[in-house]
């Protein structure tokens, strides 16, 4: 058996990943077979930036989600004599059933540079989005009351969230994210503040709802309240009683610095568009009937500012990746042989100059998934702004 | 106008306050001193002499009175160790302490010692911002410039096909954070095995083995060396800054007077230079400003991966080694530079848009 050329190692990449084509496939040919039905997300269909954008985020969410199948090897396995090999070189010594080719290269450790990338996506996909919806709960608590309400809350929170503003991220990072810090239990403490947000946003949108019904608000709000306490015991606290919910230490301390570094910026753009809206009719309407304050905000202002907020969310996303890969680069909080993207290319570029590979593929990894991000997010803009 | 510049000042300085306080909270936590004990008295310390070791350094006593005593407004500590030698935050052990002066923090202008670079903070400090400065100059003079003409040529026609390169340009370049753009970079033109060198060197077009260099110092600042970290730390702003000017100049070309030009008879280039242009700047003049604390994000991870001696690099260090006083210094001048970009961003932005009026 030879090296393989290159244009057999795309060949090759392309045949490993059939699952996520499939899977791409099914999901445009739904979506666009059904796109008038489906409201904003249909409406993407007609943008061809939105689609591309579409198809490259959903690309690596399936890459995510079917890693098991398209890794060639054990992200973590080393193998003897494949230190920084090139692309496409020969496994010696393959056993049965094996793999026979390192794909994209080994990397300094003689780990197969291509599984790790692979692997890498579903690391960096199951911490970036739900770090981002955490930051838009606790933004848009404390936003949409602000831009309200105003007045001294207002300039109270405000100043709050400049002042997180001010602090340059990666010096944020170098503070917030480090093994002292942990002994400390800072970051159990501001998960204790921040994963409250997600339970206090839910419970008061259904109370404000519902409050007219109690047998439904006390169904509901109970049903949140059982669920929610459930997760943040297991989250924050790390003591779920059953078991399922918990969350490593090291991951908890990124996590919460990630949210508490968006949120600010999450509350300024919330607080500015409900301050633009409830100068709306709509809202003086609702306060006319007679409905409580907080029923206007979250049932009547913050529907109407869905559009930014969804575009927003997307290019968030997209930043949050970044975060998150400046935390692996500079190596903070995470595990020394984590696939994730920043860590691998933290790993590589000290064998930069000579063996470029393992540190280029999980860079063009995590460009394509932030670019795809954006695209995405400009065509849902273009496609809320035509409505 | 001088009552606005005073209430903004004063928010300032509220906010330094706070912010060097949080960052004095965070580096004097009680693990990283005993780390800190453990590195400067000896390794294999007992807890009690760690604790004695805490309290004989001045590290001991509540968090404000420290913090007071590092800004210079609460008298220095003085002890006197085991030894009998008096020893003190304001003078060096063994000297006299009644001829030390009683406050000495950074409003004295004492920054404290480095035990990385091993010398007081502020000249080290000095040196590494006169570094950093440097590349931060040549960041800003290609980044503006490019950022301003792409944002511009791209908004002057919206939807032109011109418009569509240029803005799927910046899309990119925002998606692509210095880590990996770098890392891009110095595999395409500065490494001797991939990329654009090896063919060049076997053309002969090139003298040495790569295009350009994949690492710089200050002491040798040259087209080889700095064309990459610049571009590297341009390349994520230039997107940005590009995409705000567009927004602006497409709102300015659909104005009422743009249109009362053209139809006067104006060409169209006069139109967007004499008419357009100074409208279309001035929110991007805010965006460039509030881009310096971004630079600092980039000088961080550029300085990092072409291993230049500036300020980042030495805020890593002192992260990395424990350097309590020097990652303060590096905080209060990362928190000054924030504030007072702000600063200018909004009185510059009063004095360019007569729209804005004070009250």
Redesign the interface.
């Known amino acids: 058996m030879d090296t393989l050329s290159y244009t057999a190692i795309l060949g090759r990449i392309l045949a490993q990943f059939l699952p996520v084509w499939i899977a791409l496939a099914a999901t445009f040919a739904l979506s666009f077979a059904f796109r008038r039905r489906l409201g904003l997300y249909g409406k993407l269909f007609d943008s061809p930036v939105g689609m591309i954008g579409f198809g490259i985020v959903m690309f690596w969410v399936f890459t995510a989600l079917f890693a098991d199948q398209i890794v060639t090897f054990d992200p973590y396995a080393q193998f003897s004599g494949m230190k920084n090999k090139p692309l496409g070189t020969v496994l010696k010594g393959a056993a049965e059933g094996q793999y026979s080719h390192f794909l994209l290269g080994g990397d300094h450790l003689a780990r197969d540079v291509f599984s790790r990338m692979v692997m890498g996506a579903r690391s960096v996909l199951s911490i970036a989005p739900p770090a981002t919806l955490f930051a838009f709960m606790v933004g848009i608590t404390l936003g949409v009351p602000a831009g309200y309400f105003g007045g001294r809350l207002d300039t109270t929170l405000s100043f709050i969230a400049?002042?997180v503003l001010?602090?340059?991220?990666?010096?944020l990072f170098?503070?917030?994210v480090?093994p002292?810090?942990r002994?400390?239990g800072?970051p159990v403490a501001m998960a204790a503040v921040l994963f409250l947000f997600p339970i206090l946003f839910l419970t008061v949108l259904l109370n404000a709802r519902f409050f007219t019904d109690p047998a439904k608000r006390n169904l509901y709000v109970g049903v949140v309240l059982l669920l929610g306490f459930w997760a943040y015991s297991g989250l924050a606290f790390n003591s779920d009683p059953l078991g399922v919910w918990r969350m490593d230490p090291n991951l908890l301390n990124v996590f919460v610095s990630v949210v508490f570094v968006n949120a600010p910026t999450v509350f300024r753009i919330v607080r500015g568009i409900v301050m633009d809206l409830k100068a709306r009719d709509y809202v003086a309407a609702g306060q006319t009937r007679g409905e409580g304050p907080w029923y206007i905000m979250l049932w009547e202002i913050l529907p109407n500012a869905r559009g930014p907020l969804i575009v927003d969310f997307c290019l968030r996303i997209?930043y949050t990746t970044?975060l998150l890969?400046?935390l692996g680069?500079?190596g903070l909080g995470v595990a020394p042989d984590s696939p994730d993207w920043?860590s691998t290319?933290?790993d590589?570029?000290k064998t930069?100059?000579?063996?470029?590979?393992a540190?280029?593929a999980p860079?063009?990894a995590?460009?394509s998934l932030?670019?795809g991000?954006?695209?995405l997010a400009?065509g849902l803009r273009e496609e809320s702004l035509r409505d | 106008m001088p009552a606005f510049i005073a209430r903004r000042l004063g928010l300032m300085v509220l906010t330094a306050f706070v912010l060097t306080f949080v960052v004095f909270f965070l580096t004097n936590l009680p693990p990283n001193l005993e780390k800190l004990a453990r590195s400067e008295g000896s390794v294999r310390m007992s807890d009690e002499a760690v604790a004695s070791w805490i309290v004989q350094n001045g590290h001991g006593g509540s968090v404000f009175s420290r913090y007071g005593q590092w800004l210079g407004v609460v008298p220095g500590w003085t002890a006197t160790d085991d030894k009998g030698v008096a020893r003190g935050r304001c003078f060096a052990a063994g000297s006299d302490p009644a001829a030390a002066p009683r406050f000495c923090g950074v409003l004295q202008g004492d920054w404290g010692h480095s035990t990385f670079f091993k010398k007081p903070v502020l000249p080290a400090l000095a040196g590494m911002l006169g570094a950093t400065g440097w590349l931060m100059l040549w960041v800003m003079i290609v980044m503006v410039p490019s950022a301003l003409v792409i944002g511009v040529v791209s908004g002057m026609r919206e939807g032109s096909r011109t418009d569509r390169v240029l803005s799927t340009f910046s899309i990119a370049s925002t998606a692509t954070p210095e880590y990996v753009s770098g890392v891009i970079l110095v595999a395409l033109l500065a490494s001797p095995v991939t990329g654009l060198s090896p063919l060049l060197a076997e053309w002969g077009w090139i003298e040495g083995k790569t295009l350009f260099l994949g690492a710089a110092s200050p002491d040798n600042i040259s087209f080889w060396s700095f064309t990459l970290p610049v571009m590297t730390i341009a390349l994520y702003g230039i997107g940005y800054i590009a995409r705000m000017t567009r927004a602006s100049m497409t709102e300015v070309m659909t104005a009422q007077y743009i249109r009362t030009a053209r139809l006067k008879g104006v060409s169209f280039a006069q139109v967007v230079l004499r008419h357009a242009l100074r409208n279309a700047l001035i929110a991007p003049f805010t965006v460039i400003m509030l881009q310096f604390p971004w630079l600092l994000n980039g000088v961080v991870i550029v300085e990092t991966l072409f291993n230049y001696k500036g300020f980042g690099w030495t805020l890593v260090q002192a992260a990395g080694n424990n350097d309590i006083n020097l990652l303060l210094g590096c905080s209060v001048v990362a928190v000054f530079v924030v504030l007072v970009t702000q600063l200018v961003s909004d009185i510059g932005y009063v004095f360019l848009n007569p729209r804005i009026r004070l009250s």
């Not at chain 1, 001010?166 to 010096?171: E, H």
């Not at chain 1, 930069?352 to 590979?357: G, R, T």
């Open positions: 400049n002042l001010a602090f340059p991220v990666i010096l170098y503070l917030l480090t002292e810090i002994l400390t800072i997209g970044i890969g400046t680069f500079f920043g290319i933290d590589g570029r930069l100059a000579l063996f470029p590979h540190a280029v860079a063009i995590l460009m932030v670019l991000l954006n695209l400009d």
